[in-house]
């Protein structure tokens, strides 16, 4: 008996067209179509910004102008880089370790039903806790020095670091295994060539959240004692009613996290041109 043969879709098919790969242009002009929404937002924000301080609506001590907030900026250019650089490397330090235990819990916890039942219990209760809560105790047990905050940091971002590559791990097809175990691969061939490539695009998942929770651990961190970083900065400029230093403090730390994010946000189009969402040239229904 002969088998027939679907054929692939192709332009010629009613309702289907074949997408070329795009151009520069059509690039530049998909990255201006995606990103001027969020800078009109910011551009709104700021405006409002702007006409509550100019109109004097509320107190100058209270919401600062935004031309105070940039020259404080400018004037403490040092000062404030410092302290910028202080709260980055323990957010990348932090973020690191989280990513890197996170990930090695993942496998553990895929690969040992009895590791999984035992340790995502206590995964669990650990991130219900307040970070805020016990981070006075790590003060008190590491000191005032870097530790307390990369290791708040790595608590805040480890969770879902381990929960996305546990779902990416146990997200591949069934099917996959059963041909890698079929074709003879060993466990560690599968992991190599199927579960971890089919796991990165949730792992990335995870990542966005954690580099953004991990700028947030630092600060949490810092708040609690330190003498040096955004949260020194913004609770020094509170205490003495500095808010266009406060003000300056919080777009700064900000920012950290939108960088942070964007560069993520890279290495996955990077890593990943193979996935669905990062190819451009697909075959896409008209109707």
């Given at each position: 008996m002969s088998q027939s043969v679907i054929p692939a879709p192709?332009?010629?098919?009613?309702?289907?067209?074949?997408?070329?790969?795009?151009?520069?242009?059509?690039?530049i002009a998909r990255a201006l179509e995606k990103s001027w929404r969020p800078f009109a937002l910011l551009l709104a924000c700021f405006g409002a910004w702007w006409v509550v301080a100019a109109a004097e609506l509320v107190e100058a001590y209270l919401v600062p102008s935004p031309g105070a907030t940039l020259d404080v900026l400018?004037?403490?250019?040092?000062?404030?880089?410092?302290?910028?650089?202080?709260?980055?490397?323990?957010?990348?330090?932090?973020?690191?370790?989280?990513?890197?235990?996170?990930?090695?819990?993942?496998?553990?916890?895929?690969?040992?039903?009895?590791?999984?039942?035992?340790?995502?219990?206590?995964?669990l209760f650990a991130q219900?806790?307040?970070?805020?809560?016990?981070?006075?105790?790590?003060?008190?047990?590491?000191?005032?020095?870097?530790?307390?905050?990369?290791?708040?940091a790595v608590l805040i971002a480890f969770f879902p670091v381990v929960i996305s590559m546990v779902t990416g791990?146990?997200?591949?097809?069934?099917?996959?295994?059963?041909?890698?175990?079929t074709m003879g691969a060993g466990p560690w061939q599968t992991f190599v060539k199927i579960?971890?490539?089919?796991?990165?695009?949730?792992?990335?998942?995870?990542?966005?959240v954690a580099v953004t929770l991990a700028v947030t651990g630092a600060v949490v961190g810092e708040f609690v004692g330190a003498n040096e970083g955004l949260g020194y900065v913004i609770l020094q400029a509170n205490g003495n009613l500095d808010t266009p230093m406060l003000f300056a403090g919080l777009l700064v730390m900000s920012l950290i996290g939108v960088v942070l994010f964007v560069l993520v946000e890279v290495a996955e189009k990077l890593l990943l041109p193979w996935h669905a969402s990062r190819r451009g040239t697909d075959v896409t229904t008209t109707f």
């Open positions: 192709s332009a010629e098919v009613k309702g289907v067209a074949e997408r070329s790969a795009p151009g520069a242009g059509e690039r400018l004037e403490k250019t040092d000062y404030v880089w410092h302290h910028t650089w202080v709260t980055t490397y323990e957010t990348l330090l932090g973020f690191v370790i989280a990513v890197a235990v996170g990930v090695f819990a993942a496998v553990v916890m895929v690969y040992s039903q009895t590791v999984e039942k035992t340790l995502y219990p206590i995964l219900v806790v307040p970070k805020i809560a016990i981070a006075p105790l790590f003060v008190v047990w590491l000191g005032f020095g870097i530790a307390p905050k990369i290791l708040i791990l146990k997200a591949v097809d069934p099917e996959m295994l059963q041909l890698s175990a579960r971890f490539p089919a796991s990165l695009p949730h792992l990335f998942a995870g990542l966005k």
